[in-house]
């Protein structure tokens, strides 16, 4: 998977040129070199599609202003294409990776939503440990797998953890990613085997858990906490 915090993409958004290559002289060119060792402007360039040939097109060059450039303004999502006078001769043919500039596109999406949203105080921690991962949530990871391991070898929920010591290094970053993530797969690869063992009912049973969930219920609501909860819950419904 890829991780974010050792993937930053620049604020700086890239455009279609970007991903625009011009094939020319047997060799490809990304065609931001190829403007400048040319000395033309996108502005100048006009595009015609070929048959058969996906994301692939004739490019042809005038200073005339004859065309319609490879992108009609910077923000455009597409290149565009020009009408070509019968009888021009291209000067090379252009690709664009539209594949490519469309996961870009995702990725910086999903990128800067995350610097907006993501909780500061966890980001400097990462970054403080310097191992590059959310230790939070890598913890919380070995929490439910060892969880849904003891529910099975066990049949114990064990809330209260006996490895606090060790997820709490975790937490803390003192592990590199890479050995976290073997770890985390082998503890994955057990489950299977644990489950086809466990001697666990097929569904859970529901008189118990209703009971359980009635007497949870009772014993919070007469606590003073409860009782609060409950008046302001009541005074809400109203």
């Known amino acids: 998977m890829e991780k974010k915090i050792i993937n930053p993409i620049a604020k700086e958004k890239k455009s279609v040129l970007d991903f625009c290559y011009v094939y020319e002289s047997r060799q490809a060119l990304p065609l931001t070199e190829y403007l400048q060792a040319m000395g033309f402007k996108q502005e100048e360039l006009g595009l015609s599609a070929i048959a058969h040939f996906r994301d692939?097109?004739?490019l042809y060059w005038s200073a005339a202003g004859n065309y319609s450039g490879i992108v009609r303004k910077e923000t455009a999502n597409d290149i565009c294409l020009s009408s070509i006078p019968q009888g021009s001769t291209p000067i090379a043919l252009l690709y664009f990776n539209k594949d490519g500039y469309s996961a870009y596109c995702k990725k910086y999406k999903e990128y800067w939503h995350w610097v907006a949203v993501r909780n500061e105080e966890r980001y400097a921690n990462t970054m403080r440990h310097g191992k590059n991962y959310d230790a939070k949530n890598m913890m919380h990871v070995f929490r439910l797998l060892l969880v849904a391991k003891e529910i099975a070898t066990e049949g114990n929920l064990n809330v209260r953890r006996g490895d606090r010591a060790f997820l709490l290094a975790i937490k803390d970053g003192q592990y590199a990613y890479d050995e976290l993530l073997q770890m985390a797969q082998e503890?994955?690869?057990?489950?299977?085997?644990?489950?086809?063992?466990?001697?666990?009912?097929?569904?859970?049973?529901?008189?118990?858990?209703?009971?359980?969930?009635?007497?949870?219920r009772s014993h919070y609501y007469s606590t003073a906490t409860g009782v609060q909860s409950f008046i302001f819950l009541n005074k809400h419904d109203s």
Do not use: R, S, W
């Not at 489950?195 to 009912?201: C, F, G, M, R, V």
């Open 187 to 216: 503890l994955h690869a057990e489950l299977p085997a644990c489950y086809e063992k466990a001697d666990l009912p097929e569904a859970p049973h529901p008189d118990a858990t209703e009971q359980l969930l009635v007497e949870m």
């Open 56 to 58: 692939t097109y004739q």
